[in-house]
């Protein structure tokens, strides 16, 4: 799944605004001087393991929770002290929060029916169906939400996020409950919504394959702060340290010896003495540092096969070789590296059937393969 594009959104747009926003909890500092711009129509994902304070970014904007110091806006006006129940914001829980003795009309329309001044039941009756047409809900109305199934679940919810047109849709996790299968066909289903609707969502998940597919940016999360921000393929390609490398995608991280630097790479001496060239090295330091390199950045060979040119070759036996269909996952132990991980795709095994358990092999890494990463 491919993530398209917000063409309609201008990047200069904010809808809402973090500044040194930052949430304590007696001694505990969930939130630490958060500072972030939310672009209006954007698909953005906080991403982060348990603590890491994305959960409470999120109801720092829901309204749920207070900043301790700093502020949250929203359209350029301060909400950090405004309830839930006033901001243009709507939120979809990781367990739906829907109430079980209501039809599924009654549960979307419930928000409208708190308005003040109270609309119209035709008018109620009108955006509910709106709302159920938009999730694909038009005939389940009358049902009660026991006889709904968890895909439909998390659509009712939806259904009853959007009915209130709000400015932002917040999703604390809503897939964490799903099936594999079911939580693929709600991600693309989520999305098509949001380039209907056009509104902004943001999502918190721990899910790094979810981020990465739905979001047109991604915000890393670690002891309360941003670890850093960007694009999917930005922060795939190019993570800022070994935290944030570690956490999206898979990576081999490697100490190294860089002894040069030009021209946006470096020259890089691994433990076992290879020399290796990387690409995009931070600053001008030399010394040691840390290299990481994906597992498909690399390939396996034969021991008995010699390097072409422009590439490394670091001996190293398979220990684990698990075939996964498209491609396979082997582990492997380099004498004076560590352990390694290379993937390697089906039609590129250069031995049919692929290397064994025991097999005695050079993984060999490319020029430009792998990244030096900053201090943290």
């Given amino acids: 799944m491919e993530r398209a594009a917000s063409m309609h959104v201008r990047p200069e747009e904010t809808v809402a605004e973090f500044v040194g926003a930052t949430k304590r909890y007696g001694e505990v500092l969930a939130a630490d001087r958060i500072d972030l711009r939310i672009r209006r129509g954007e698909f953005l994902s906080f991403l982060g393991p348990s603590g890491c304070g994305k959960t409470t970014a999120l109801r720092m904007l829901a309204g749920f929770e207070t900043p301790t110091d700093g502020t949250v806006l929203i359209d350029g006006q301060d909400v950090s002290a405004v309830p839930a129940h006033r ?7 990781q367990h739906y929060a829907l109430f079980p003795h209501m039809t599924v ?34 005939a389940f109305g009358p049902r009660r939400i026991w006889e709904m199934s968890g895909g439909q679940q998390q659509r009712v919810a939806l259904a009853r996020a959007i009915v209130n047109e709000p400015k932002i849709l917040l999703l604390d996790e809503p897939m964490a409950a799903l099936d594999a299968k079911l939580r693929g066909e709600m991600q693309r289903e989520l999305l098509d919504l949001q380039r209907q609707l056009g509104i902004t969502f943001v999502l918190v998940t721990h899910d790094q394959e979810e981020a990465l597919a739905m979001s047109d940016r991604i915000c890393i999360m670690g002891k309360g702060r941003i670890a850093q921000i960007g694009s999917p393929q930005e922060l795939y390609d190019r993570p800022a340290t070994r935290y944030v490398a570690d ?12 002894v040069a630097r030009a021209g946006g790479t470096a020259q890089a001496v691994l433990g076992n003495g290879a ?7 931070p600053g001008d330091a030399r010394g040691e540092a840390e290299i990481a390199v994906r597992p498909e950045a690399l390939s396996l060979a034969p021991s008995g096969e010699a390097p072409g040119p422009g590439v490394a070759a670091v001996a ?61």
């Fill in 87 to 93: 901001r243009p914001v709507n939120m979809v829980f």
């Fill in 105 to 138: 009309e009654e549960n979307v329309g419930y928000g409208l029916r708190q308005r003040r001044p109270r609309l119209s039941r035709r008018e109620i009756g009108d955006k509910v169906a709106k709302a159920l047409a938009t999730v694909r809900l038009d």
């Fill in 247 to 258: 956490f999206v995608g898979k990576a081999n991280i490697l100490s190294a010896r860089i």
């Fill in 275 to 281: 020399a290796v060239t990387v690409a995009d090295a």
């Fill in 316 to 376: 190293a036996t398979v220990t684990h070789r698990t075939f996964l269909g498209d491609h396979t996952e082997y582990l492997l132990d380099a004498p004076g590296v560590g352990a390694l991980q290379v993937n390697v795709p089906r039609q590129a095994e250069r031995v049919p059937g692929g290397h064994g358990m025991g097999a005695s092999v050079h993984v060999i890494w490319p020029e430009g393969a792998g990244l030096v990463l900053a201090a943290g």
